[in-house]
């Protein structure tokens, strides 16, 4: 009934760009905060950037802030993570998330109601 499908990963050459979407469906999105995650073979989950309802009120983990940007279009049901000057260490899969409590602890995927099936994304060097 619920459900978030992540798109937009692929292969790209270090340096690049992507943008990864992610499309609600079964929610009442405009009240969700939004988030994206990766995980990387043998690692945890990892944050990766968080929006409420701007850019206003968005936060990016230490390693992708400046290069990567979050947002959202409520009137689509889609929130966006712009992905720019891509490094191989950005290798991973990409989940998108939705937390209906503004949770302080946002950082941390526990905190997360709901989540897409991810989409990979790799970067070569």
């Known amino acids: 009934q619920v459900q978030l499908v992540e798109s937009g990963g692929g292969l790209v050459q270090a340096g690049g760009s992507l943008r990864l979407s992610c499309a609600a469906s079964g929610v009442t999105f405009s009240i969700y905060a939004m988030g994206w995650f990766r995980q990387a073979p043998g690692k945890e989950r990892e944050f990766v950037a968080r929006?409420?309802?701007?850019?206003?009120?968005?936060a990016y983990a230490d390693s992708v802030k400046g290069r990567f940007t979050i947002s959202r279009v409520n009137a689509k049901n889609t929130v966006y993570l712009q992905m720019n000057s891509l490094k191989p260490e950005d290798t991973a899969v990409y989940y998108c998330a939705a937390d209906r409590n503004y949770g302080l602890r946002y950082r941390d995927y526990l905190e997360y109601d709901y989540w897409g099936q991810g989409t990979q994304v790799t970067v070569s060097s």
């Open positions: 929006i409420i309802w701007s850019s206003s009120s968005s």
